[in-house]
């Protein structure tokens, strides 16, 4: 079969013939891919940036984490499914206690085990989401990406009646974007840098208040959307480090920063100036296992606002046309579709 692989330490991905996954466990089962989701962290990993020289020693390994499929083996054989990524030890002190979330010895499907860029993937049946019958596989697919934006929200705490910058309009953004305006935020203003295809797709959402700083400040763009009052609460989804300064002079006192992007360098920080004005910095990352099913339900519920994040779906031959109109910023969420020809499990 033919799988999207990062075959080496180095810039650049490689779509190559690999031999179908065995059952080599009780714990686990083959899944037939249906749709996966190109991620800004598979972006990363295409280029090799220094965040992600963490999965070295698991190369080569077939990327893809964001995905929906069919379980073919085990006892579940024939359910549509979603997967979480994130695998648990099962051996670790708060694995035995029953505290999975807890674990410190994960390994990630599409990162250091083989994912979903690929017709067939052996996964772990715990992880494995059943998907609602009614929900098209191209919203399952965004399970992954919605339940971190739901991490941020939560971190963030109760957003209702207060203003609301998100910076970055992809598929976190956007979901954050959501899910604020659902939380009964008083405003919500979206920023991108070069942007146009994404915000596009946030005003199909219902979002008018988009910004684009390719051309001017961050405070420039906001000054016509919030006037004299600060933002409340800032979102951080760009995986830009200096995007943060930016926020902080537009932020109240007492206001908070939730850091969902993974960054590829540091950041200098003026924190006599964040003690001063008691600005909080939130880091926001796994969601709990229990958000998947809650994640999916949402997509169910929202599907006619959220369907507009799915731009494009091609397939999986087409990986590098797919991953230039990601990096590129010209499409939402990207979905591969593997051809199974004449694959068999």
């Known amino acids: 079969m033919k799988a999207l692989r990062k075959i080496q330490a180095a810039a650049g991905l490689e779509l190559v ?12 089962v083959l899944v037939r891919v249906l ?22 020693a698991s190369l080569p ?3 893809g984490h964001e995905f929906v499929g069919v379980v073919a083996s085990g006892v579940d054989a024939g359910r549509r499914v979603v997967v979480r990524p994130s695998v648990t ?11 999975a979330d807890a674990c410190d010895r994960r390994t990630g499907l599409g990162m250091t085990r083989d994912g979903a860029f690929a017709p067939w993937v052996r996964v772990p049946a715990r992880n494995c989401v059943a998907v609602p019958e009614g929900l098209s596989d191209e919203l399952a697919a965004l399970a992954e990406p919605v339940s971190i934006s739901m991490q941020a929200l939560r971190v963030a705490g109760d957003v209702s009646g207060k203003r609301v910058l ?38 199909q959402m219902g979002f008018d208040a988009v910004v684009d700083v390719a051309a001017q400040s961050l405070a420039a763009v906001c000054a016509p959307h919030i006037g004299e009052a600060p933002f409340d609460v800032v979102f951080e989804a760009t995986g830009v480090p200096e995007t943060i300064n930016e926020a902080l002079p537009l932020l109240a006192r007492n206001g908070i920063v939730v850091v969902t992007g993974i960054h590829s360098r540091p950041l200098a920080l003026d924190l006599t100036t964040l003690v001063r004005r008691q600005h909080q910095l939130r880091g926001s990352f796994r969601p709990p296992e229990s958000d998947w099913p809650k994640a999916l339900a949402l997509l169910d519920a929202l599907g006619d606002v959220m ?20 990096h590129g910023k010209q499409a939402s969420k990207v979905l ?4 199974h020809g004449g694959d068999h499990a």
């Open 17 to 28: 013939d690999v031999a179908l996954p065995t059952i080599t466990s009780n714990d686990d």
């Open 35 to 56: 749709a996966t989701g190109i991620c800004g962290s598979d972006l990363h990993v295409d280029d090799w940036t220094p965040s992600y020289a963490f999965i070295t």
């Open 61 to 63: 390994v077939t990327l």
């Open 89 to 99: 030890c099962g051996s670790c002190a708060a694995c035995v206690a029953g505290n």
């Open 166 to 203: 998100v910076m970055g309009p992809g598929t976190i953004g956007q979901g954050i974007a959501v899910l604020a305006r659902q939380g009964g935020a008083a405003q919500v203003v979206v920023s991108g840098f070069d942007d146009g295809p994404r915000l596009a797709v946030l005003r």
């Open 307 to 326: 369907r507009p994040m799915v731009s494009h779906v091609l397939p999986l031959e087409d990986a590098a046309a797919a991953f230039a109109l990601a």
């Open 336 to 339: 591969l579709r593997p051809d």
